[in-house]
Nanobody
Framework: QVQLVESGGGLVLPGGSLRLSCAAS????????MAWFRQAPGKEREFVAT????????YTADSLQGRFTISRVSATNTVYLQMNSLKPDDTAVYYC????????????????WGQGTQVNVSS
């Protein structure tokens, strides 16, 4: 099993940047494909980005490419989501997730979830 704890959310002005972190416990971090999802009030959970076990491959949702970047550091068991040029529509709770299999954009295929971190983009 793996436990996930997100951090780094907060209030940011439109056009600003935030970097979210997801700290994973356990010694098998490299066994998991990692991903970020987000959920805005009244909306379904939405895929944001995913990264392979090795970190050599990553995929960001088409609508977010160029602004959001996922990365991971195995030495510290941490996954990051760098978010630039933030917009009010990016306001949501952001979740870190893990699965033992390969890439998936389907949140139902992820086995482990963090508690989420709130991101508010507002002037």
């Amino acid at each position: 099993q793996v436990q996930l704890v997100e951090s780094g959310g907060g209030l940011v002005l439109p056009g600003g940047s935030l970097r979210l972190s997801c700290a994973a416990s356990g010694r098998t971090f490299s066994s998991y494909t990692m991903a970020w999802f987000r959920q805005a009030p009244g909306k379904e959970r939405e895929f944001v980005a995913t990264i392979s076990r090795s970190g050599g491959s990553a995929y960001t949702a088409d609508s977010l490419q160029g602004r959001f970047t996922i990365s991971r550091v195995s030495a510290t068991n941490t996954v990051y989501l760098q978010m630039n040029s933030l917009k009010p529509d990016d306001t949501a709770v952001y979740y870190c997730a893990a699965r033992l299999s390969g890439f998936s954009r389907n949140n139902q295929e992820y086995d482990y979830w963090g508690q989420g971190t709130q991101v508010n983009v507002s002037s």
